[in-house]
């Protein structure tokens, strides 16, 4: 009985987490802007040290966004997306997370 109590909260607090969220192409592309100088205006980046944000799974950016915030990635050119993460919300991590992961999909654009 309690692990069904357990997983009906839970089903509940994940339901209600994304319940007003509804991600948005161009919302996210807007907020993106600052990220093409680096990783490219169609997410492939032309400089070497800086990777490809096009098509990448939206919960790993998701996560690296909170992991520069937190200071958890400090190696390579890390200071400078500390810097850009620090200035961005939990709103804007999921819009511009959202923004790459379906950039050049068919969802593109929906």
């Known amino acids: 009985?309690?692990?069904?109590?357990?997983?009906a909260v839970l089903l509940i607090f994940v339901t209600d987490v994304n319940a007003d969220y509804?991600?948005?192409?161009?919302i996210?592309?807007?907020?993106?802007?600052?990220?093409?100088t680096?990783?490219?205006?169609?997410?492939i980046s032309t400089l070497d040290p800086y990777p490809?944000?096009?098509g990448q799974k939206v919960g790993y950016?998701?996560?690296s966004l909170k992991d520069y915030k937190s200071r958890q990635r400090t190696s390579g050119l890390a200071i400078l997306m500390q810097q850009?993460?620090?200035a961005l919300s939990e709103q804007d991590?999921?819009?511009?997370?959202?923004y790459f992961s379906v950039l050049g999909t068919k969802k593109e654009g929906e």
């Open 84 to 86: 850009q993460a620090d």
């Open 1 to 7: 009985m309690n692990r069904i109590m357990l997983l």
């Open 93 to 98: 991590i999921k819009d511009i997370a959202y």
């Open 22 to 26: 509804e991600p948005s192409f161009e």
């Open 52 to 54: 490809n944000l096009r």
């Open 38 to 43: 680096c990783h490219g205006e169609d997410g």
């Open 61 to 63: 950016l998701i996560s």
């Open 28 to 36: 996210g592309k807007q907020k993106a802007k600052v990220c093409m």
